[in-house]
């Protein structure tokens, strides 16, 4: 294989510096010793934090495995990996199954065995012979020497300076990395690293460029996920993907199945549909429905702002009159202005029905929402208290207690978020949860561990004085192992009933 036509990933530095190379995409890399610290594991699930530069000597070793098998040129293998979703085995099977070119068109790759069929070195003797040859750049129109103009294999050719702009507007604007097709209409034939690293000139765009593809490595790959932790480019690698949590090096807990915060005891598709309830509008449709009612001919929405139940449609087209109440015209009425005697009817009864319905509905909503929300809210105070106890536990030191003796303190603090994340996600589970003997189990443990954490939150605000100093320090540790204690047995009892099927959910 001609090493001319690889794509070279080994010089690659994320710091932004560009390798010297113009005709090779270099991602450098840099061989770093796994910390022990990096590499994690909480019952009995093993995960890995991983840097940028690991990452791409993953991407790298993908290709090479691939490369030993298929041997075609690392760009290629790039792209035809990509297509398949970094799936090795499932690109070597397409390979081999007796029809590769057909792999190619499908992929929008161009063949890389198709470049023999070039007579390159009868066209240079063609080009000595009639002197310089000129073509015309079918972007900008202008007629320009053929040493200026550049090409893929499917023959179509523009001037470098138009297919600088081209990628540079695809890569910096779209954000697009892997997936850059030709600059010609309607052809699809994806343009490889080393095209795009020869044409680009400007270092930021060739960077981003290479972040592009290594975003897309991660991505694609299901045993890998970015920590969704602002300003962290940390990689996270598992061995197989659970609803487990995961810890960044930056701290950062989520669960790396879903990519969310982590939220024991509920199970990622609950959450996803609770996430997905709150931010639609769902709930304002709720609201509308049971506030309001249509007119029963136009169907248009109108809201009851006066004690009288005569309603008028201030549709300028409809001005249909009926009856709050029933729905029904208002001429059988007759004088009844303030009460009707339709109530008993079929069509009456399921207007009323449907009314409560969705005001039942709206209200056991908000009665979940807001307890999930104050617990939301009391979390992100909580978290304020690490700086009040630092200041408590330098406090304490001066007097004459060791730094060992005060650590009691961030420990009391560090459970108590976590209980406040454990009820708040307790909410999205409970609203979902049918209720059976078992749920009224569960509801019994939320109730214990809330009373226990809001004990605990009340303890930490108090003012620690020499006088009270031993005997708050006993109440805290008292109060944040038995909240510890509750918030395992929540969770078992919640795990247990998943194993054993016995929550039912509804809609």
């Known amino acids: 294989m001609d090493s001319d036509e690889e794509i070279m990933y ?7 510096n560009e390798s010297s190379g113009d005709d090779d995409v270099e991602f450098a890399m840099v061989e770093e010793p796994n910390n022990p610290k990096d590499r994690q594991e909480l019952d009995e699930y093993p995960y890995e934090v991983l840097t940028t530069e690991q990452i791409l000597q993953h991407m790298n070793e993908c290709m090479k495995e691939v490369n030993i098998v298929v041997e075609m040129p690392s760009t290629v293998i790039r792209m035809l990996l990509n297509h398949f979703r970094w799936d090795k085995e499932k690109l070597m099977e397409r390979y081999y199954d007796g029809d590769p070119e057909k792999l190619f068109t ?45 090409g893929l294999e499917c023959g179509h050719r523009f001037c470098v300076s138009c297919w600088a702009e081209y990628l540079t507007t695809k890569i910096m604007s779209e954000g697009i990395g892997q997936t850059i097709s030709c600059a010609a209409h309607n052809c699809e034939i994806l343009i490889d690293d080393a095209t795009v690293m020869k044409l680009v000139p400007d270092a930021k765009v060739r960077l981003k460029y290479q972040h592009l593809i290594t975003n897309s490595f991660v991505e694609c790959n299901r045993l890998l996920r970015w920590c969704p932790s602002p300003d962290c480019s940390s990689v996270l690698r598992v061995q197989h993907v659970e609803s487990r949590p995961v810890t960044c090096r930056c701290g950062h807990t989520f669960c790396f199945a879903c990519g969310n915060n982590w939220h024991e005891p509920v199970r990622c598709t609950l959450l996803r549909k ?14 509308i429905a049971a506030n309001t009612k249509e007119c029963p001919k136009c169907k248009a929405t109108i809201e009851k702002d006066g004690g009288c139940n005569h309603m008028v449609c201030k549709n300028s087209h ?6 709050w109440v029933c729905l029904g015209p208002w001429e059988p009425h007759g004088t009844s202005w303030y009460n009707c005697n339709r109530y008993d009817e079929d069509e009456a009864r399921a207007a009323r029905d449907a009314q409560e319905r969705s005001r039942a509905a709206l209200q056991r909503y908000l009665f979940y929402c807001n307890r999930y929300m104050n617990h939301m809210q009391s979390l992100r105070l909580e978290h304020k208290h690490y700086a009040t106890v630092k200041e408590k536990m330098e406090e304490m030191q001066q007097h004459n207690m060791s730094w060992i003796e005060v650590q009691f303190l961030k420990k009391a603090v560090d459970i108590l978020c976590q209980c406040r994340q454990t009820l708040m996600y307790t909410y999205v589970f409970a609203y979902y949860l049918k209720k059976n003997n078992q749920s009224v189990i569960f ?5 214990d561990l809330e009373t226990a954490t809001e004990k605990l ?51």
């Not at 890389?112 to 750049?137: H, L, N």
């Not at 509801?443 to 109730?447: K, S």
């Not at 540790?477 to 395992?488: E, G, I, T, W």
């Open 457 to 507: 939150s009340e303890y930490l605000e108090r003012d620690i004085t020499q006088e009270n100093l031993v005997d708050i320090k006993q109440k805290v540790q008292d109060k944040y192992r038995y909240c510890d204690s509750r918030r395992r047995v929540l969770a078992e009892h919640v795990y247990e009933g998943y194993d054993k099927e016995w929550w039912e959910y509804n809609d």
């Open 443 to 447: 509801e019994d443990n939320q109730r």
């Open 106 to 150: 499908e992929a929008h790759v161009a063949s890389p065995f198709a470049k023999a069929a070039v007579p390159a070195k009868v066209a240079k003797k063609d080009q000595r012979r009639a002197g310089p040859s000129v073509e015309e750049c079918e972007i900008c129109l202008s007629t320009l020497p053929s040493s200026v103009m550049s």
């Open 274 to 287: 609770w996430i997905k309830k709150c931010d639609d509008d769902s709930e304002t449709s709720n609201w």
């Open 10 to 16: 080994d010089d690659y530095d994320d710091s932004g």
């Open 318 to 323: 409809c001005k249909t009159e009926f009856c």
